[in-house]
């Protein structure tokens, strides 16, 4: 079995799983505004993120010998470590759940700023929840001005929202019409949509990034109609999802460290690549049943589908299949990096809304054309990722593995 033991390898781990975790997110939003079903992205999506954890259980999770205290991960399954296993299943369903919340999240508030707000709370609730559960391992002097660098983030990640909004709606405005009543009279779009999928290379030809043409045109194509919502109304969704991330890192912490002493005497902890087997089980199951009720039974305006049409929807698949490696490998990096780092300073994943923000504004050309005052915000938001990323990195501490 592969373990990380020293802080470098952990932190190098951490980095680059920040780099997966803000690409997985633009790779699922891709296909949306191209028409695909949000259903038909998900339940891809999810199929391939547990063949990832399968993956690498049985590779990482079986190289070599195990330790004294950390089995294989085939040892572990013969085990009587229910408990455990049990906390790393609600942490998957806590980490799906949010996930598919997101997924109309993003449509609603936008890619970038759903991101921020969701990271924020998992840094602000779950760092400090992970603090305490790792026995106060890491530097507090580093560990909470990091947090606060993220807090500090959000609000101006709220302040860029609303600066945003304000030039998408002059843009808009420029056109003459009534932007929210058009969108909904595009057939072309309806009628694909109506058969449950959409084809990537019939995409229209999209005006010049950040003109009024552009937005409309992404609006009209899309699967998920967005426009006209309350903002209101797409915070509430983000925070909630916000409250189910937070969960998944600390139960993922207790699953691998049993500070509740959950276990009987003698159950070795389950060791990462367990866990994470687990993790994804359950996410895989809420996931799939929950999104093939929404094919027949959809919200969010999103017209309904079949199994059948899921099945014929091929079109712009491999980005969702790309999307499910790239939060697959960034949750496995997170926890091994974790285990070896202590899972506060392995939060510092979730500044991965910087990869994310620089992917949104090159694929869907967000931020372009904006205001002087949305670039400066855009500007202050990022550096302070950099530097939030920075301070909690310093603040790792080092967990004796063995």
Wanted: overall charge neutral; charged content about 15%.
């Amino acid at each position: 079995m592969y373990i990380v033991e020293n802080k470098g390898g952990a932190i190098a781990l951490i980095l680059f799983a920040i780099l997966c975790g803000g690409s997985f997110a633009p790779a699922m939003s891709f296909m949306e505004r191209r028409g695909r079903l949000p259903q038909h992205i998900y339940l891809d999506y999810s199929i391939a993120n547990f063949l990832v954890a399968v993956l690498i259980a049985f590779t990482f999770g079986q190289i070599g010998p195990g330790k004294v205290g950390m089995p294989n991960f085939f040892t572990q399954l013969s085990q009587d470590n229910w408990p455990s296993v049990l906390v790393a299943m609600a942490g998957g369903l806590a980490l799906s759940l949010g996930n598919m919340i997101c997924q109309y999240a993003w449509a609603f508030v936008g890619l970038s700023l759903v991101n921020i707000i969701v990271c924020c709370m998992i840094v602000d609730l779950g760092t400090t929840v992970n603090y305490f559960l790792d026995g106060r391992i890491n530097r507090a002097e580093f560990l909470f001005p990091g947090v606060a660098c993220f807090m500090v983030a959000v609000v101006l990640s709220s302040i860029l929202h609303s600066s945003n909004a304000k030039d998408k709606k002059e843009k808009l405005s420029s056109l003459g019409v009534d932007f929210n009543l058009e969108i909904s009279k595009d057939s072309d779009a309806e009628e694909e949509q109506k058969n449950g999928c959409c084809d990537e290379n019939t995409a229209p030809n999209l005006a010049k990034p950040g003109t009024a043409e552009f937005l409309a045109q992404i609006e009209k194509r899309r699967s998920i109609k967005a426009a006209g919502t309350s903002t209101t109304r797409g915070l509430a969704v983000v925070l909630f999802a916000g409250l189910c991330f937070f969960v998944f890192s600390p139960a993922f912490n207790l699953a691998t460290n049993d500070q509740w002493h959950l276990l009987k005497k003698g159950v070795p902890h389950l060791v990462v690549y367990t866990a994470f087997f687990y993790f994804y089980l359950s996410g895989f199951v809420i996931a799939v049943c929950v999104n093939i009720w929404l094919l027949y039974r959809p919200i969010a305006s999103v017209p309904a589908s079949t199994m059948e049409a899921y099945l014929r929807d091929w079109n712009g698949r491999h980005w969702a299949l790309l999307s499910s490696l790239l939060c697959g490998f960034c949750n496995d990096f997170q926890f091994m990096g974790g285990q070896a780092a202590v899972f506060a300073t392995a939060d510092a994943v979730m500044a991965s809304p910087l990869i994310c923000t620089i992917w949104d504004i090159i694929l869907f050309g967000e931020y372009r054309r904006s205001s002087r005052k949305t670039y400066f915000l855009l500007t202050s938001m990022l550096t302070l990722f950099v530097i939030a990323i920075g301070v909690l990195l310093a603040s790792a501490g080092h967990r004796k593995t063995a």
